[in-house]
DNA sequence: TTTTGAGTTGTTCGA
DNA sequence: GTCGAACAACTCAAA
């Protein structure tokens, strides 16, 4: 504590959490009698993954939002760049703050580099409380008899659902404490993150970033969708989806208050028991991909299964090239490709065919896919990205049999009956089909049997 | 330790 | 057109 002045400031270091509302940390540090400092650090630093475009994007403007709540509090948000220990030592520092505040990030490099933070502040007598505002089960919470990690979903979920409970949501701030001074922060246009020359984000304006958005999606999602979610989600011409996934991604809103307003209005009589816990077991397989994640880390870049190594992965770029384009000439496949690079966005199911027809008709690497979907989406998460690319070549732990190939006509037909989701994004000039999905699904069918064997 | 049942999302073929 | 079986083998989790 210095100087006779009141009590030494608090920095509260927002990481994936980009809320006020329902936020342990904000709350927290509102209750802690401290001038409270947010702080935000654009984290650059080695085995750190740089961001994906989309997900520049979407940060850019999550950031603008959450700087914006901050000001009806009375505070500013204060922006950083680099290795996450310097950059929050160096504020922490400057503003001779006695405790810092943060929720976890449960990626391996985020996890050691908060790690890292944490002993060098400690080690300064700073203060360091940590809190999880973005997963209702953290990684290693949810163990089997053995006292082990669960490595298939079904087990892992009838383990872990029963122990959720609606719970009680954090308080919001009101006004925030000012410090006498304020940190200087780098501006955000510096950052640019918004693309430019080209800026290709003109159809992502389907999207709503920050807190408030993502309570309007949520909101949206259970009066409207959520009756028919389990049904509708399957079908690519219906949006039936709950479209929360980036807001969840950047902890706009939790995954605890989207638990809360299901259960709510299951109680109300509003929706089935069971198109709610439909969404919640979707809501089980983040928790799960981020505890796979965290026992493996090598999950996004090393197959699961290691006979997949074995595997002659075909290399093709220009295959490559019109599957990322969508000119693969299969309707379906073409018209979710380009749906993802105008909207930053693709429907589960068409994730799936299209990982399908990556991986088996074109025999391309996993990876290539990942790294694509990496870029484009702006719900891009390394664990859930990760985990369900490995899914879908069949290297993952909870691996389908290797003999279930999509068939893109097949899924096109149960998935978009009436052809109204290819006709919308790739309504003009198909080109002729690059592979025939015959043969190409016995090269496929051969090349995995050769590897397995 | 051994056994047993089961595993997000499928396709094809033949009766 | 509809239906059921076959498509491999392996790993995981629990009893």
Redesign the pocket.
Known sequence: MSGGDGPAPLVLLFRRDLRLTDNPAVAAAAASGRPVIPLFVLHEGEGVRPLGGASRWWLDKSLRALATALEATGARLVLRRGPLAEAAAAVVRGAGAAELMFSRVHEPAAAAAEAEMTRRLESAGVEVRAFNASLLHEPGQVL???G????????????ARPTLEPGRAFAEPGRLPAPSTWPASEALDDWGLHPHRPDWSGGFAVWTPGEAGAKAALEAFVDQRLADYAARR?RLDAEGGSRLSPHLHWGEIGPAQALRAVLTAVHAGEARGGAAEKFL??LG?RDFAADLLAQHPHLPDRNL?PQFDRLAWRRAPAELAAWREGRTGFPVVDAAMRHLRATGFMP??A??IVA?FLTKDLLIDWREGEAWFWDCLVDADLASNA??WQ??A?SG???????????????AQ?SDPHGAYVRRWAGESLAAPIVD??AA?ARALEAM?RA?G
Request: net charge positive.
């Open positions: 089997n008899g053995q082990r990690p669960y490595q298939v979903f079904t087990a892992y979920w009838r383990a399957d077991a979707e397989w299964r589960n199911r994730r799936m399908s985990m369900n899914w879908a069949g732990v909870d691996a389908q049999p290797f003999f279930r190939i999509f068939n893109p006509s097949s899924q149960s999905h015959a699904r049997k397995g």
